[in-house]
């Protein structure tokens, strides 16, 4: 077979400023070893995510000049509209600033004390506008997504034995609507199958209960559910991520995925009376329904966005570009989370700095040496980002895993890249027995790991 290359030309360029060494040790302690700290233009690859950091098409940004920028009822809000409804075929699509202003709405109506939501694996602003409502979040992911070390081909999947149990323990009556998160970005951006979706579908049926989708990737779960799953090899992705959609009674999406662009989401329903509810919230906290929180400008760049990454040839560069990642430093010996997934590579801490016990943050540590060896920026995501301190003795409590993401933003590096990218990983993991241990001099008290300092422990 031969070399899968970027299914685009380049038009327009970013340059990227170069920095040594000894310019990016003084850097790292000046950002406290906290890569958030860092300014961009410090940084030569920039892996901390791939939300909003999407390169626009020539006819993204041609949209963008078109945009009809009328208070009520623009043309590109109808454009917007058509896009979104023939890909999810919902009948209301209410448009939004981004993927959380959605879940706000959405949950202000829905939720409440009392209430439970289940989802595969809810993300953190979902899970936050959940519990902000004072209704519970609770994760059903399937066993098998809970091995970072066993590949799977549907790791993201729900446990619906696990949630119909969930339902009648706490009645259907208390449960709004159930979710699925394609694919399951906290769960290392692993897809859900088909069948898992009409299977929770089922269950929802059976006790009455809408679901919705959170359906930030669902062009490159779609692209999964070809690649991997029996009687979908033929169909076009449109036609898989129709079916997807098919299932739902509703979706939420951050634009700043899959569509393509910078800034933008919405949330899709069936629902008219739901639908209403929403608007009115939207009139008050985003703007009127046929801009949301948005200029038209935008609403034509995620129309446009929305039709190119159904696109199949890009699919295939993204998913296979990710998976070139993880399949190099995998070849070098590196631990990742398996198998690659849609939008990032997870490299699993414990297992490359063994020697780093997690209260000294051995995924700090490596995303540390990944910005001094060759100006990379990843972000942790283990005891840093989810720890918590026992209230009674002060002492850490882990999450389970401790991992550091490289999350790949859309059409934006090539391979050379990677390559490079691969090389300064690899490079890290040679010395990964001289890789020391950090302590936090300085945490606000809620989502430290933005703002955090640090110091390596010494000796
Ligand atoms: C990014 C994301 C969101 C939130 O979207 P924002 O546009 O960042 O507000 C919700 N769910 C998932 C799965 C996401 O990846």
Not at 118 to 130: E, K, L
């Amino acid at each position: 077979m031969k070399t899968i290359i970027e299914p685009f030309k380049i038009k327009s360029v970013e340059p990227i400023k170069f920095t040594t060494k000894e310019e990016r040790e003084k850097i790292l302690v000046e950002a406290g070893y906290n890569p958030f700290m860092i300014k961009s233009e410090d940084i030569i690859i920039d892996l901390l995510t791939d939300s909003g950091t999407s390169a626009m098409s020539a006819l993204q940004w041609a949209g963008i000049m078109q945009g009809d920028e009328s208070y009520a009822g623009s043309k590109s809000f109808f454009r917007f509209e058509k896009v979104v409804k023939e890909i999810t075929g919902k009948k209301f699509i209410i448009p939004t600033h981004q993927g959380r202003a959605a879940e706000k709405i959405l949950f202000s109506i829905l939720g409440g004390p009392g209430k439970y939501f289940p989802n595969n694996t809810h993300f953190d602003t979902t899970r936050a506008n959940i519990e902000f409502t004072g209704a519970v979040a609770e994760d059903f992911l399937t066993e098998l997504g809970k091995h970072p070390e066993i590949p799977g081909d549907f790791k993201g999947n729900m446990d619906v034995e696990a949630l119909e149990k969930f339902i009648i323990e706490k009645g259907a009556e208390n449960i709004p609507l159930v979710m699925i998160t394609v694919t399951n970005n906290s769960g290392g951006g692993q897809p859900v199958s088909m069948q898992n979706i009409k299977d929770v579908r089922a269950v929802c049926d059976k006790y009455g209960i809408p679901l919705f989708l959170d359906a930030c990737r669902f062009a490159e779960n779609a692209y999964f559910i070809k690649l991997r799953e029996k009687g979908y090899g033929d169909k076009s992705v449109k036609e898989i991520a129709q079916e997807m959609f098919s299932y739902a009674d509703g979706a939420t999406m951050s634009a700043k995925k899959d569509a393509l662009v910078n800034i933008g989401g919405f949330l899709a329903m069936n629902d008219e009376q739901l639908a209403m509810n929403a608007r009115n919230i939207l009139i008050v906290t985003e703007g009127f329904p046929t801009y949301g929180g948005l200029a038209g400008r935008d609403l034509e760049a995620i129309a446009q966005g929305l039709e190119e990454v159904l696109d199949e040839n890009y699919l295939r560069y993204r998913i296979k570009s990710t998976e070139y990642l993880g399949n190099k430093i995998r070849e070098a010996g590196i631990p990742i989370l398996e198998p690659p997934g849609g939008h990032a590579i997870y490299i699993d801490a414990k297992r490359f700095a063994p020697h780093i016990p997690p209260h000294q943050y051995p995924g700090q540590s490596i995303v540390c040496e990944l910005y001094l060896e060759g100006g990379v920026r990843s972000v942790e995501i283990g005891s840093v980002m989810f720890g918590k301190y026992d209230k009674a003795t002060g002492k850490l409590i882990s999450p389970p895993m401790e991992l550091v993401r490289l999350a790949i933003p859309r059409r934006v590096y090539t391979q050379s890249h990677i390559d490079y990218l691969a090389e300064v990983i690899i490079e890290v993991y040679k010395k990964r027995d001289s890789l020391k241990g950090y302590k936090i001099v300085y945490e606000a008290p809620m989502l430290r790991h933005f703002t955090a300092k640090f110091e390596p422990i010494e000796g």
